[in-house]
């Protein structure tokens, strides 16, 4: 029997589609051989199974010179497409390392581009899968040009849609920016690196050796420089850590984060969060148990969560809903605020403020942290961006004072004077400009020096300012916070005052945008 024509068209389709989708089979050996997955492996990981469509498979570069005319593969080193994520629309684009190292030429960035500006006018999130050789030599500023495209659609993109980076792979010099230009930048240990110069250009410059993982790996970027939000073991729970993160936030910046059905606290009663606190401010204690006690099932998603550890920034659920939490973290540096962590609170404030993502603020701060690097560092500018953070955002604001609340950073961690929509405080609150004894060494120095016995009459002074300024009350009669509350409570009063602020609008000044500290 003889096969009509369109019979033997489809077959040939199925053919080149089937060879763009497996790829060399030498090739893919030599990446699992890496302990890496294929861009396609990837893809069925991130997206709900079957979803994915995929854009521009055909695609071949048209550059001639260095022998590519003789090497033109479907796809051109880059998947790009949409499908589901829990049932919702996501974008992505994911690197072929298998095809030119996954290096990018103009081919390859036309189709990223237009993935990106796919997702931008659908409003739905956009998911990167990162693992690329940089630009592609043999096709010189071409493929410079495709990077600026790039850069310039993440910045278009940033506020309006969630952006998430997967590193996977190499990812050095320029397309670097691309990465930190989104909102979320996960990595792979072992397998994933960033750098802007490579090992060798520092030691020909520097005389510096170091690997790529200690120049760039996963946990240099997640402890040390801040670049990587989160790092995992291996690129399965990565994706799945991906999935779980797209699932509290909103498609869009005119959408607000999907609700799901109430989870249960760890403990219904509350009556552990009476016992997790200290009276004695001097003495430590893990935030964490605080948050896992508030919040829907005591599960959070901490973002940075090993970089400028005195402050914890977390998504999470209270009675269904998603809320960004800012919290000092006294266990490390006693939550004192310094320039890694006011920047780090200060762009999580702006992210969840970008995507309608309500605030909840847990204060325990003994005030900014002092010294010569610090003040040369910049510290007055980097607390001025928690500071604009917190007083641009317009989302529902509610701070909570646990125990210590002193001096500016005290008023930086969105304290009823910048604007927060509701402030509350535990009993165990001092609310003050500084310490007592700090304070008492101050205000009665002179008291102090006369007396015959200057450290009885310091303790006694101390005692009495204490009383007099600094009790769990002061500040409520004041009308500075507006109710001193059981911690047992923490839970009914957050999800209370949250649905009452669910339908907040704030008009904000007209202005193109504001000029935030540097």
């Not at 997206?47 to 521009?56: A, K, L, N, P, T």
């Not at 890694?340 to 780090?344: A, D, I, V």
């Not at 607390?383 to 701070?399: E, Q």
């Not at 209370?496 to 540097?518: C, F």
């Given at each position: 029997?003889?096969?009509?024509d369109?019979?033997?068209?489809?077959?040939?389709?199925r053919?080149?589609?089937?060879?763009?989708?497996?790829?060399s089979?030498?090739?893919?050996?030599?990446?699992?051989?890496?302990?890496?997955?294929?861009?396609r492996?990837r893809?069925?990981?991130l997206?709900?199974?079957?979803?994915?469509?995929?854009?521009?498979?055909?695609?071949?570069?048209?550059a001639?010179?260095?022998?590519?005319e003789?090497k033109?593969?479907?796809?051109?080193?880059v998947?790009?497409?949409?499908?589901?994520?829990?049932?919702?629309t996501?974008?992505t684009?994911?690197?072929?390392?298998?095809?030119?190292?996954?290096?990018l030429?103009?081919?390859?960035?036309?189709?990223?581009?237009?993935?990106?500006?796919?997702?931008l006018?659908?409003?739905?999130?956009?998911?990167?899968?990162?693992?690329?050789?940089?630009?592609r030599?043999?096709?010189?500023?071409?493929?410079?040009?495709?990077?600026?495209?790039?850069?310039?659609?993440?910045?278009?993109?940033?506020?309006?849609?969630?952006?998430?980076s997967?590193?996977?792979?190499?990812?050095?010099?320029?397309?670097?920016?691309?990465?930190?230009?989104?909102?979320?930048?996960?990595?792979?240990?072992?397998?994933?690196?960033?750098?802007?110069?490579g090992?060798d250009?520092?030691?020909?410059?520097t005389?510096?050796?170091?690997?790529?993982?200690?120049?760039?790996?996963?946990?240099?970027?997640?402890e040390?420089?801040?670049v990587?939000?989160?790092a995992?073991?291996?690129?399965?729970?990565?994706?799945?850590e991906?999935?779980?993160?797209?699932?509290?936030?909103?498609?869009n910046?005119?959408?607000?984060?999907?609700?799901?059905?109430?989870?249960?606290?760890?403990?219904?009663?509350g009556?552990?969060?009476?016992?997790?606190?200290?009276?004695?401010g001097?003495?430590?204690y893990?935030?964490?148990?605080?948050?896992e006690?508030?919040?829907?099932?005591?599960?959070h998603?901490?973002?940075?969560?090993?970089?400028a550890?005195?402050?914890?920034?977390t998504?999470?659920?209270?009675?269904?809903?998603?809320?960004g939490?800012?919290a000092?973290?006294?266990?490390s540096?006693?939550?004192?605020?310094?320039i890694?962590?006011?920047?780090?609170a200060?762009?999580?404030?702006?992210f969840?403020?970008?995507?309608?993502?309500?605030?909840?603020t847990?204060v325990?701060?003994?005030?900014?942290?002092?010294?010569v690097?610090?003040?040369?560092?910049?510290?007055?500018?980097h607390?001025?961006?928690?500071?604009?953070?917190?007083?641009?955002?317009?989302?529902?604001?509610?701070?909570l004072?646990?125990?210590?609340?002193?001096?500016?950073?005290?008023?930086?961690?969105?304290?009823?004077?910048?604007?927060?929509d509701?402030?509350?405080?535990?009993?165990?609150?001092?609310?003050?400009?500084?310490?007592?004894?700090?304070?008492?060494?101050?205000v009665?120095?002179?008291q102090?020096?006369?007396a015959?016995?200057?450290?009885?009459?310091?303790?006694?002074?101390v005692k009495?300012?204490?009383?007099e300024?600094?009790?769990?009350y002061?500040?409520?009669?004041?009308?500075?916070?507006?109710?001193?509350?059981?911690?047992?409570e923490?839970?009914?009063?957050?999800i209370?005052?949250?649905?009452?602020?669910?339908?907040?609008?704030?008009?904000?000044?007209?202005?193109?945008?504001?000029?935030?500290?540097?």
């Open positions: 029997m003889k096969l009509d369109g019979t033997v068209r489809a077959a040939e389709l053919r080149i589609r089937d060879e763009a989708h497996e790829g089979a030498r090739a893919t050996e030599q990446q699992h051989a890496k302990g890496k997955l294929t861009v492996e893809i069925a990981l997206f709900d199974e079957g979803s994915f469509r995929e854009v521009e498979t055909l695609r071949r570069h048209r001639t010179g260095f022998g590519l003789d033109r593969p479907h796809t051109d080193g998947v790009t497409g949409w499908g589901t994520v829990h049932g919702r996501v974008f684009y994911a690197h072929d390392f298998r095809i030119f190292g996954g290096s030429g103009e081919a390859h960035a036309t189709k990223i581009h237009k993935i990106m500006d796919m997702a006018a659908a409003g739905a999130p956009l998911v990167s899968l990162n693992d690329g050789a940089g630009a030599i043999q096709e010189g500023v071409s493929a410079l040009a495709g990077y600026g495209g790039i850069f310039a659609r993440n910045t278009k993109a940033s506020g309006v849609i969630p952006q998430i997967v590193m996977l792979g190499p990812c050095a010099g320029g397309a670097a920016y691309s990465p930190a230009l989104t909102d979320f930048v996960f990595m792979v240990r072992e397998t994933s690196q960033m750098f802007i110069t090992p250009v520092v030691q020909a410059v005389g510096e050796q170091v690997s790529q993982n200690g120049l760039g790996g996963a946990d240099v970027h997640a040390i420089s801040g990587a939000h989160f995992y073991d291996d690129e399965e729970t990565c994706l799945a991906v999935r779980y993160l797209l699932s509290m936030l909103p498609d910046n005119r959408q607000l984060p999907p609700g799901v059905p109430s989870g249960a606290p760890a403990d219904p009663s009556e552990a969060l009476r016992s997790l606190v200290p009276s004695d001097s003495r430590p893990d935030m964490r148990r605080v948050i006690e508030i919040v829907d099932d005591g599960e998603m901490e973002v940075h969560e090993r970089w550890a005195s402050v914890i920034c998504l999470a659920r209270l009675d269904g809903h998603v809320v939490i800012v000092n973290q006294p266990q540096m006693a939550g004192v605020l310094d890694h962590s006011s920047e780090k200060a762009r999580f404030v702006q969840c403020d970008a995507f309608n993502i309500p605030l909840v847990l325990d701060v003994p005030g900014f942290l002092p010294g690097d610090q003040e040369h560092g910049g510290i007055i500018r607390g001025a961006k928690l500071l604009y953070a917190y007083c641009n955002a317009s989302v529902p604001r509610i701070s004072i646990l125990r210590k609340a002193y001096g500016g950073a005290y008023i930086v961690m969105d304290s009823r004077s910048i604007g927060a509701l402030s509350y405080a535990w009993p165990t609150n001092e609310i003050a400009v500084m310490g007592a004894e700090g304070a008492a060494n101050v009665f120095r002179r102090i020096a006369a015959d016995d200057p450290e009885s009459t310091r303790t006694q002074l009495e300012y204490k009383a300024l600094m009790h769990p002061y500040a409520a009669e004041r009308g500075l916070i507006d109710d001193v509350i059981d911690p047992a923490t839970r009914d009063v957050l209370g005052a949250l649905a009452m602020l669910r339908e907040k609008h704030a008009a904000l000044p007209a202005r193109k945008h504001g000029n935030q500290p540097a």
